[in-house]
């Protein structure tokens, strides 16, 4: 291997007061361009950057990543407000990039999803697919030589802006079949080439359009990459065929994929917490560096140390006073030492914090690693391999981001899907047994306790909730649940801390049992492949039936899938 990379942004968002925070990119909106403030704060994102790159690179990183292409590339047709905003970015990144090669080695990389437009750009070149390509290529043409630091872009071609992103420069999925994003590689390629830079692209998609499948379907795969033979182009892929869950086994693309390959790790779990409490991912990073043993041309690693997700957890990895970030440095380091020093997980904790803090830290981490398997999922519905349409069904259904949903819509699919549920509440019941020894190992082993206590309380509900799933009704459970969100806001008062959303919601689901099951039938299916169904009705039809009732009954989907991410609606495009 000889890339490893992490994500550079954590110091744009100090300061960045946004209740839920879209973590996905840098906030360009909220970084200032003009009046006194300007200076003083990009200084301050200097001076916080310097740290990040000398920490990382002390660590064993080589490469850095920033957004994006959209905010630094210049084109004639951009509104002269937008010009005059992306003229200040470029001199301040020229100076961000200076000091990053000034004081380090680390290579940078620039992030681009596929493809960014203005209002004025659209009006001007229209949606074309050849003239939006050669504009994309102006665009990176520009960049790559008026930034000099830069060593590569990476390329998402499979999600683009969140719905709640105002900026008038925004990203769209431009590239809609494998033929599209092959004939864009091919026109691109060259333009790295001829610079020695590097091409990297991101296999991962959000299941929109007939690419939306990229990250698991072979023949997308396969037809994305055709021909496509330069010392300068990487494929990059996340550990599983879905996003960053636990349960997923290795993607088997990176036994397919002839290409060099990275492997895309998180170290802060957006769905466990991000950094909150111990998720501790060393044990599955060691199973996949074991397993991708038998990988051919396996390039380097990315680790995702702060990007991912909408929630307002705010801890900056590398960046934070008192330990706070601790648990997300325990993985970005642990993952690092796996796959570049070849490292088991004892060796690399042991070398993390000190053999006198390693046996009790090793104690708490496994623990930790039984309550989210056991409790955070519920693993019988985990372990299930679930697609609709172009996208493998997450394994974690009820925590979403920020958000526990305890609800009886959930308590319904829950119970369709998970077969032995008494096994599924004595796992989790054995599981919360854990956390009075968990917060006695914090103290030993000197990690933040607190953050122990406070996932104990989450994990108290989640708990609750699991009950609430699997037994019958029970009135006295629903007061508990009543009575343990109230204790739980009063404990961690929002002034004080980052918490979750508990949504309670014991209304009457509507839809009856067999109902749910034929329409799982249906729309579901257990294997990669499409069913004729699929073919008939699940890709063709549906599509339009949604986008139909989408606009005709908008406030009747509920409102985190209208207004995080990209919508609901992309999955049906």
């Known amino acids: 291997m000889e890339w490893f990379i992490i994500d550079g942004i954590g110091p744009f968002f100090r300061g960045y007061e946004k209740k839920r925070v879209n973590w996905s990119k840098i906030p360009f909106n909220a970084l ?64 961000l990039f200076d000091r990053v090669k000034r004081e380090s080695k680390l290579r940078i990389l620039l992030t681009s999803d596929v493809i960014p437009t203005t209002p004025a750009v659209v009006a001007e070149l229209g949606t074309k697919p050849a003239e939006l390509d050669a504009y994309y290529r102006c665009l990176i043409r520009g960049v790559l030589d008026d930034f000099p630091q830069l060593d590569g872009l990476i390329l998402r071609i499979g999600e683009s802006d969140g719905v709640d992103v105002k900026d008038p420069i925004r990203t769209h999925l431009h590239l809609k079949t494998p033929a599209d994003a092959n004939r864009l590689l091919h026109q691109l390629l060259p333009e790295f080439e001829k610079r020695n830079k590097t091409l990297i692209l991101r296999t991962w998609t959000v299941g929109a359009h007939r690419i939306g499948d ?19 182009f990487i494929v990059s892929m996340k550990h599983g065929e879905s996003d960053f869950f636990r349960y997923l086994p290795l993607n088997q693309a990176f036994f397919t994929v002839k290409q060099p390959k990275i492997l895309e790790l998180q170290a802060r779990k957006e769905y466990e917490g991000a950094g909150e409490y111990p998720s501790f991912t060393g044990w599955d990073h060691e199973r996949f560096a074991h397993e991708l043993g038998a990988a051919e041309n396996v390039a380097g690693l990315s680790v995702w140390c702060q990007t991912g997700g909408w929630h307002r957890f705010r801890r900056l990895a590398f960046l934070e006073p008192n330990d706070r970030d601790v648990w997300i440095r325990l993985n970005t380091l642990c993952a690092l030492r ?3 020093d070849h490292q088991t997980v004892e060796q690399a904790i042991a070398g993390i914090l000190g053999e006198d803090r390693a046996i009790a830290a090793l104690e708490l981490l496994r623990h ?29 259904l009820h925590v979403y981001w920020d958000s526990l949903f305890i609800n009886n819509a959930v308590r319904e699919i829950l119970r369709h899907f998970v077969k032995d549920t008494g096994q599924a509440l004595r796992t989790g019941e054995a599981a919360f047994t854990l956390f009075p020894r968990m917060i006695e190992l914090a103290e030993q082993a000197r990690l933040p306790a607190d953050d122990l206590e406070h996932m104990r309380d989450f994990f108290h509900l989640i708990l609750l909730a699991r009950r609430f799933y699997f037994l019958p009704p029970d009135e006295e459970l629903t ?35 067999r109902t749910l099951g034929l329409a799982s039938a249906l729309l579901l299916r257990k294997q ?22 989408h606009r005709h009954r908008p406030n009747s989907i509920p409102k985190f899938m209208r207004k995080s991410a990209m919508g609901v609606e992309s999955l049906f495009r």
């Open 338 to 340: 796996i796959f570049k």
């Open 528 to 549: 990669r492949g499409y069913r004729i169904i699929d073919h008939l009705f699940t890709l063709n039809v549906l599509g339009p039936l949604f986008r139909w009732f």
């Open 214 to 232: 990229l990250i698991w379907h072979r023949r997308t795969l396969a037809t994305t990459l055709k021909d496509i033979d330069s010392p300068n």
């Open 368 to 396: 930790a690693e039984t309550v989210i398997r056991d409790l955070l999922y519920v693993g019988d519905f985990a372990a299930q391999k679930l697609f609709f349409r172009r996208v493998r069904i997450p394994p974690l």
């Open 479 to 513: 007061a508990d649940l009543r009575a343990a969100k109230k204790a739980y806001k009063q404990r961690w008062p929002k002034s004080i801390r980052a918490r979750y959303r508990i949504k309670l919601d014991f209304g009457e689901f509507h839809t009856k049992r």
């Open 32 to 95: 200032p361009t003009d009046g006194p403030e300007r200076r003083a704060h990009w200084d301050r994102i200097a001076d916080d950057l310097s740290v990040f790159c000398r920490e990382v690179e002390a660590a064993g990183f080589n490469t850095i990543t920033f957004d994006d292409l959209a905010h630094l590339a210049t084109h004639p047709a951009h509104e002269p407000e937008v010009a005059a905003k992306i003229e200040v970015y470029r001199q301040e990144f020229t100076r």
